[in-house]
C-alpha cells in the first residue's frame, strides 16, 4: 500500500546531539516537504524540495538541514539539538498539479532535554 | 502575518448536531482550499477540499462553503459523530504552491 513513513515516532534526546528525522514515501512523488507544528499553533512549512537534488528554505526559519538524494527519501538533520527544537516533525509528499493536496506521515515528536 | 486564520480553538458539538468550523484567509491569490483533520499522534489527513471557481463541495457528511468576497470558509459535518472529535486544519495554496495552514480547531462531539 502506498504511503508515507517516519521515524522514529517518538524521540528524547540531549542537547548537543546530531540527529535525524527519516521520511520516506512509496508514491513516487516528486514534491516533498517538512512541517514544524506547536501545540495550538500552525503546522509551520521548514523544507520542502520538488525533486531529487532541489531542496529549500520554507516560510520558518529553522537550524536544521535536509537532502534528497533518493526521490523517496527526504531526511531532515539537526547537527546540534537544543530545547528550542523541541516540537512535533510532519512529513508530507504530493503530486504535481495544481490541486493535489498533501500526503502526510504520522509524525516526529522530538523532545530535546 | 497569518495568512490563515481559525479563530476558534475549539468546538464543542452534541452528536446528531451539525458542527460547523470556520476559517478566514487574507491573500485573494488562494485558488484552492483544503481541510484536514488530526488526530493525536498521527499526521493529519485528507478531508475535503474546493476550487475558488466552485462555492460548495459535498462529500457525504462533510460540505464545504466558500465565500470569496468574504475570504472565508467553512466545514459543515451533519450529522456529527463522536469519531469526529479531532483537529480540523484549514489550508490554502496559490497557484499549486505550498500549502499554507491555520492553527486548528478541536472539535469534540459528545454522545
Known amino acids: 500500500e502506498a504511503d508515507i513513513y517516519q521515524t522514529p515516532r517518538y524521540l528524547v534526546i540531549g542537547t548537543g546531539k546530531k540527529i535525524t528525522l527519516e521520511c520516506s514515501q512509496t508514491?513516487?512523488?516528486?514534491?516533498m516537504y517538512w512541517y514544524q507544528q506547536d501545540p495550538g499553533m500552525e503546522l509551520h512549512l521548514i523544507h520542502y524540495?520538488?525533486?531529487?537534488?532541489?531542496?529549500e528554505k520554507g516560510d520558518l526559519s529553522s537550524e536544521s538541514t535536509v537532502s534528497r538524494i533518493r526521490t523517496e527519501h527526504f531526511p531532515l538533520t539537526l547537527e546540534s539539538a537544543r530545547p528550542s527544537h523541541t516540537s512535533q516533525y510532519l512529513c508530507?509528499?504530493?503530486?504535481?498539479?495544481?490541486?493535489?493536496?498533501?500526503?502526510f506521515g504520522s509524525g516526529t515528536r522530538l523532545t530535546v532535554v | 502575518d497569518q495568512q490563515v486564520k481559525q479563530n476558534s480553538p475549539s468546538l464543542s458539538v452534541q452528536e446528531g448536531r451539525i458542527s460547523i468550523l470556520n476559517c478566514d484567509y487574507t491573500?485573494?491569490?488562494?485558488?484552492?482550499f483544503l481541510w484536514y483533520k488530526k488526530y493525536p499522534a498521527e499526521g493529519p489527513t485528507f478531508l475535503i477540499s474546493?476550487?475558488?471557481?466552485?462555492d460548495k463541495n459535498e462529500d457525504g457528511r462533510f460540505t464545504v462553503f466558500l465565500n470569496k468576497s468574504a475570504k472565508h470558509l467553512s466545514l459543515h459535518i451533519v450529522p456529527s459523530q463522536p469519531g469526529d472529535s479531532a483537529v480540523y486544519f484549514c489550508?490554502?495554496?496559490?497557484?499549486?504552491?505550498?500549502?499554507?495552514f491555520g492553527a486548528g480547531t478541536i472539535l469534540r462531539v459528545k454522545s
Open positions: 474546493i476550487s475558488s471557481i466552485k
Open positions: 508530507a509528499s504530493s503530486e504535481w498539479g495544481r490541486n493535489y493536496g498533501y500526503t
Open positions: 491573500n485573494s491569490m488562494f485558488d484552492y
Open positions: 524540495s520538488y525533486g531529487v537534488n532541489s531542496t
Open positions: 508514491m513516487g512523488h516528486d514534491k
Open positions: 489550508a490554502a495554496s496559490e497557484d499549486g504552491n505550498k500549502l499554507v
